[in-house]
C-alpha cells in the first residue's frame, strides 16, 4: 500500500521567514495531494491541495510543489508570521483514501 | 467551517468496556471516515462509508465497527475498548472519492484505563 514521509518533524523559523516542508509517497497511483495544519485541540484544516495533472499551486502566502518522476511534494510558506506556528500534514490519496505523513511542528518566533 | 459534530469531545471508560462514538454532518455528504492519531502515526484510516448502509474497511480496523443508518449520522464502536485504542479519533466528510477533500470534525478524545 501506500507510504509517505514527511521531513523535517520539527521546524523552527524567524517571524518573516519561509518554511519548506516535504514529503515523498511511494505508489505512483496516487492522485491527489492534500495539505492540513492541526492547531492544539481542533482537528487538521484544508490549507491546500494539489492534484497530479498540476506541477504547482499557489494560494496567498501558501504554495505546494509536486514532481510525479520523483514522486515527492513540498509545502512552501513565505512570509512566516507566529498565527502558522502549528503541527502540518501531508496526504497522498488514491480513490479516496488518505494517507498521511507524521507531521512537521512549525515554530514561528516574533 | 464544515457543519461536523463529533460526540462526546472527551471520553475515559475502563478495559472491556463498549464505546461508541457518534459523528454527525450538516453537508448531506456521501462520503464519511473514521481516523485515529497517535503520536509519531500521524493519522491513520479506521473505516469509511460510502453511503446509507455502504461501509468498508480501513488500514487498522480491527476492534472497530461502524454503522451508517442515516446520511447525517456515522457511529464508530469499540466493542471492548483495549488501552490500546486509547487515541484521539477524527472522523472526516467528502462529497466524492476521487480528488475531494476531506474536512475534519474536532476530534474524541479517548481514554482507556
Known amino acids: 500500500g501506500e507510504n509517505v514521509e514527511q521531513h523535517p518533524s520539527t521546524l523552527s523559523v524567524q517571524e518573516g521567514d519561509s518554511a519548506v516542508i516535504k514529503c515523498t509517497y511511494s505508489?505512483?497511483?496516487?492522485?491527489?495531494f492534500p495539505w492540513y495544519k492541526q492547531e492544539l485541540g481542533k482537528g487538521p484544516q484544508l490549507i491546500i491541495d494539489i492534484r497530479s495533472n498540476v506541477g504547482e499551486k499557489k494560494d496567498q502566502r501558501i504554495a505546494v510543489t509536486l514532481n510525479k518522476t520523483a514522486k515527492h511534494f513540498s509545502l512552501h510558506i513565505t512570509e512566516t508570521q507566529p498565527e502558522d506556528s502549528a503541527v502540518y500534514f501531508c496526504a497522498a490519496s488514491m480513490w479516496g483514501k488518505l494517507v498521511f505523513g507524521t507531521g512537521t511542528r512549525l515554530l514561528v518566533s516574533p | 467551517d464544515a457543519g461536523i459534530t463529533q460526540s462526546p469531545r472527551h471520553k475515559v471508560t475502563e478495559t472491556g468496556t463498549p464505546v461508541t462514538l457518534r459523528c454527525h454532518q450538516t453537508e448531506n455528504h456521501r462520503y464519511m471516515y473514521w481516523y485515529r492519531q497517535d503520536p509519531g502515526h500521524g493519522l491513520r484510516l479506521i473505516h469509511y462509508?460510502?453511503?446509507?448502509?455502504?461501509?468498508d474497511k480501513g488500514e487498522v480496523s480491527d476492534g472497530y465497527s461502524v454503522s451508517r443508518s442515516k446520511t447525517e449520522d456515522f457511529l464508530l464502536t469499540l466493542e471492548s475498548a483495549t488501552s490500546s485504542q486509547t487515541s484521539v479519533y477524527f472522523c472526516a466528510i467528502s462529497a466524492g472519492d476521487v480528488d475531494q477533500p476531506q474536512h475534519f470534525g474536532d476530534g474524541t478524545r479517548l481514554s482507556i484505563l
Open positions: 505508489d505512483s497511483a496516487s492522485n491527489y
Open positions: 462509508s460510502y453511503g446509507v448502509k455502504d461501509t
